[in-house]
């Protein structure tokens, strides 16, 4: 069969369970929304479309950015929130239940905008203008797709940032824990891969940014590259058939858990 791209997550889904890799990248059967992707979405959207601002015009300055930098995030979160309503909706969640993540979603970004508020202090203590410091830590890119056609890999990185000549790529996370783990890596070493391929060097780090908590960064090493051009490899062997009994079950907590189930259960389960 033909190599298909892959991307960090169908090879991770694939390490979950490969049973779950077939329905979902195989036979592509749709997969459902949940509350956590669609208001996922909701967050990235505002951080990407908060540095559509235009300081000057705005007239945002040292003595009044922390006011109106997080006037100007609630109105677009709260317009992001809106323009999401009739997915939130079909979820069918109670009022409550959706009013808690709303105001979760609204932390997060609250946490974030402090913290850019710390880094923006860092540039203004160094006595230069306010839209100077707020150019420097504007990104140099935003939800940029890379894909690697000798690989058959993509990625999507969600901010490309500039600190003199070193590159860092960073992810935007809504996730509970703030950990570095395995999954993470292979999306980290992935993009640094993607990069590489498409500007000819790689980044000097890649990080996470955890929005209830904070950016981690991490050094970009031969072996985060290697183990990422490793886990590729494996991938497109592993899926190098269209027959099930290549991709067996792996029956796990991510079957079936508190707040729902996995999308393919009821057919999994029929086919035992
Ligand atoms: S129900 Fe469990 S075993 Fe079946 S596809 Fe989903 S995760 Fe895999």
Same mark, same amino acid.
């Given at each position: ?21 077939? #329905? ?47 006037? #100007? ?98 992810? #935007? ?21 993607? #990069? ?77």
């Amino acid at each position: 069969m033909p190599k298909r791209v892959q991307s960090p997550s169908s090879i991770n889904l694939y390490k979950q369970c490969p049973r779950r890799y077939f #329905y979902q990248y195989i036979l592509k059967y749709p997969t459902k929304e949940n509350i956590h992707t669609v208001r996922g979405n909701v967050v990235h959207e505002a951080l990407e479309k908060f540095f559509d601002i235009d300081v000057a015009s705005a007239k945002i300055g040292k003595e009044n950015y922390t006011k109106e930098f997080s006037m #100007y995030m609630k109105r677009l979160f709260d317009a992001c929130w809106s323009n999401a309503s009739p997915r939130f909706q079909r979820l069918g969640l109670q009022s409550e239940s959706l009013e808690h993540y709303q105001s979760d979603s609204m932390q997060m970004l609250a946490n974030w905008l402090n913290h850019f508020f710390a880094d923006i202090k860092t540039e203004l203590d160094k006595d230069i203008l306010f839209d100077v410091a707020f150019q420097k830590l504007k990104p140099v890119a935003l939800e940029k797709s890379y894909v690697d056609n000798d690989l058959m890999v993509r990625g999507f990185i969600d901010v490309v940032h500039q600190e003199g000549e070193d590159i860092i790529l960073i992810d #935007y996370k809504t996730s509970k824990s703030s950990e570095l783990k395995d999954e993470y890596m292979l999306q980290l070493g992935i993009y640094a891969m993607l #990069y590489e391929k498409e500007h000819g060097k790689y980044p000097k780090k890649v990080g996470l940014w955890f929005l209830k908590d904070r950016l981690i960064t991490i050094n970009v090493t031969p072996k985060l590259i290697k183990d990422a051009l490793f886990e590729v490899e494996q991938i497109h062997i592993a899926t190098d058939s269209a027959s099930i009994g290549e991709y067996p079950k792996k029956e796990s907590g991510l079957c079936k858990f508190s707040t729902g189930q996995c999308d393919f259960y009821d057919l999994c389960m029929k086919q035992r």
